[in-house]
């Protein structure tokens, strides 16, 4: 994975100790709390319902068993013990102080990590696929470019002020792990009849209040010209995106505004006069990035499974683990593990100081010291041999990490909600308890097969509900919460919104809301058809009865 250079350290000490100065102005009231809010913005810090939060970077998702336990460090000094993994593969901390601040950050460069453009109307953490590198089904590695774009836009000057944020998100595989369709911009990698490496490149994706999937602004783009493109889009959105209204400024609406084809038109002009510049990518810089991301060694597998399939067929638990957790490697003999952060007793996306520290020594032992966030909030050990997968799971499984849900509906994406956010209308963690408790029987949860559910607290979509199966947004209605449930939505390859059924349900509602959209689900669906297909064929009218009845 990447190691930061002598750019990097230089680059993120100065601001350690920049910021370092900013709020020891503000503790002694030098500065008063609007001039200091775009300072701690910034630097990733929020001001929430209780305290600050602070939001760390994790460059598309990528970590190192020793910033792991670095994150271990901050929970368990700087915070009340845990962490909070998130949709943009990121963490957070939601109980921090200001005048740790500066040594917690100082404490994150000793470990190659730091929060700027976490934040703010800048252009945010990029994320990519979760598998990169190791999947069976990747045309090449998207860590590479996600690297190249990193290093464009940190403190780019021009873009460091947006008319909102910017989310750019890459995958190298024909199925998207990345929901690169909800994204300003989305990047897909293909090959053309030459076998040249290129990328269609999507824009104006987005969720929040006026959610959009994002359109396909050129369908074949080289390698090499990758830089350039981006910046011509981003000057364009810089250019003529609104800064007179926060709920009509993101590219999303520019580009519904102006429509895709004169959206292209103006990106195609400004291009012109910067593909052939600084930002082409050279050959040379492709490969000395690339160096960054060689495989680790692998040893040679012996084609003998014979010890895992026997196992497998003794304990249902552990195969039940196998089908869901468990997801194919490019190199025989080995097998990428998903680590649910989702189960009885979890709040979705949590993880204690302990359990990072536990995860660090596994991650040491079975992945090569390397593991990864994925945007569902879980984590991933990309490179486990198959003859260890008994071990590991029995550890994980100690650990409360090896619920055997990954991509079944308890394996929901939950915001903070109303219990840490200032944003929220609505809470969003004890919903995502009681559907857990609610379909507590894995057998069961095995018997419904692929189904996301989604929940957000506000209309912002931290939770992505627009784009689960089943998405669940809690609003306010005359001071009490009520949930409503969206149908439909999907943020792989073949990307959609879903659809509202109709008026939300009181809280002590939602759960038996859900459980009616599984049942009808169950007796409309064709043999094993997941969700989203049996959705897609009969539509919403049964599911809308099945909720409110008949007129």
């Not at 939602?510 to 409309?524: C, N, Q």
Request: glycine share 8%; proline share 4%; charged share 25%.
């Amino acid at each position: 994975m990447y190691r930061y250079d002598e750019f990097d350290k230089q680059l993120v000490n100065e601001r350690v100790e920049q910021f370092r100065d900013q709020v020891k102005r503000r503790l002694s009231g030098e500065l008063n709390e609007d001039q200091f809010k775009p300072l701690r913005l910034m630097n990733g810090l929020y001001l929430q319902l209780h305290a600050y939060m602070l939001r760390i970077n994790v460059p598309y998702g990528c970590l190192s068993s020793q910033q792991l336990r670095g994150l271990a460090r901050v929970a368990r000094v700087y915070d009340k013990g845990f962490g909070h993994f998130t949709t943009r593969q990121n963490i957070q901390f939601n109980w921090i102080k200001l005048e740790e601040v500066p040594d917690l950050l100082a404490t994150l460069a000793e470990v190659e990590m730091h929060c700027i453009q976490s934040s703010g109307n800048c252009i945010r953490n990029i994320t990519s696929d979760q598998y990169a590198g190791c999947a069976e089904d990747e045309i090449s590695d998207p860590r590479v470019y996600c690297e190249l774009i990193r290093q464009w836009y940190t403190l780019h000057p021009e873009f460091s002020y947006l008319p909102r944020k910017f989310k750019i998100a890459v995958t190298g595989s024909p199925n998207d792990r990345a929901a690169v369709a909800v994204h300003d911009i989305g990047i897909r990698m293909h090959k053309n009849d030459a076998d040249e490496i290129g990328f269609e490149i999507l824009v104006g994706g987005g969720q929040g209040r006026t959610p959009h999937i994002g359109k396909t602004i050129r369908k074949w783009l080289p390698e090499n010209h990758l830089l350039s493109y981006l910046e011509a889009i981003l000057r364009i959105y810089n250019l003529y995106g609104r800064r007179d209204n926060i709920y009509k400024a993101r590219i999303k609406i520019l580009v519904n505004h102006l429509g895709i084809d004169e959206f292209r038109k103006q990106v195609d002009q400004e291009w012109e006069n910067l593909k052939e510049g600084e930002l082409k990518i050279s050959q040379k810089e492709i490969d000395r990035t690339n160096a960054y991301f060689q495989p680790p060694t692998y040893e040679k597998h012996n084609n003998n499974d014979f010890d895992l399939i026997s196992f497998r067929k003794l304990n249902s638990e552990f195969n039940n683990w196998m089908l869901s957790n468990v997801a194919k490697h490019k190199v025989p003999g080995y097998a990428i593990v998903n680590l649910s952060l989702k189960g009885p007793d979890r709040v979705p996306g949590d993880l204690t100081d302990h359990e990072m520290d536990c995860v660090a020594d596994l991650a040491d032992h079975f992945s090569f010291g390397e593991l990864r966030i994925n945007h569902r909030q879980n984590l991933v050990f990309t490179d486990v041999k198959k003859s260890d997968l008994t071990t590991l799971w029995k550890k994980l499984k100690r650990l409360g990490l090896a619920t055997a849900n990954i991509g079944q509906l308890t394996d929901m994406i939950c915001c903070p909600g109303l219990d840490y956010c200032s944003l929220a209308n609505a809470r969003s963690i004890p919903v995502a308890e009681q559907i857990t408790n609610r379909f507590e029987n894995l057998k069961k949860i095995h018997g419904i097969g692929d189904l996301t559910i989604n929940i957000s607290g506000c209309v912002n979509a931290c939770g992505h509900h627009h784009v689960g199966n089943i998405g669940v947004l809690g609003v306010k209605k005359d001071g009490k919460e009520y949930y409503q449930f969206t149908l439909g939505g999907s943020s792989a390859q073949d990307a959609s919104l879903g659809k509202r059924t109709g008026p939300g349900l009181p809280a002590n509602s939602a759960v038996d809301g859900i459980e009616t959209i599984v049942k009808t689900y169950l007796s409309i669906r064709d043999k094993n058809e997941p969700f989203i297909e049996t959705y897609r064929r009969v539509g919403m009218p049964p599911f809308k009865e099945a909720l409110y009845g008949t007129d």
